[in-house]
């Protein structure tokens, strides 16, 4: 492997990295603010990648699909998971258990 293709290469996880970063702090602030507008509490403070997959529509071309998960309480007893799925860096859809 040439000195210039490593170069890319690194180049290429780098951005991809700091992608993944921007998705997930949208996601953070995304299930944040949907807990304030719902009136739950927001637990743990943090959103877990479950998956990551590419997706094509026509419009907009390819991209990455992202699905995070995030945990909240109606009533600071029970827990439940919600879900936020981001294609690209735009959150695609929220989705709340019950």
């Not at 602030?29 to 094509?56: H, M, W, Y």
Request: charged content about 15%.
């Amino acid at each position: 492997m040439t000195s210039i293709s490593l170069l890319l290469l690194i180049v290429i996880l780098v951005l991809l990295w700091q992608a993944s970063q921007r998705s997930r702090d949208t996601a953070i602030e995304t299930a944040r603010q949907t807990c304030n507008q719902q009136g739950v509490q927001f637990l743990d403070g943090t959103a877990v990648l479950q998956s990551i997959k590419p997706f094509f529509t026509g419009a907009g071309g390819p991209g990455l699909q992202r699905t995070y998960t995030f945990d909240y309480s109606e009533d600071g007893i029970g827990r439940r998971t919600g879900c936020i799925i981001i294609r690209n860096t735009r959150v695609s859809s929220v989705l709340l258990d019950g």
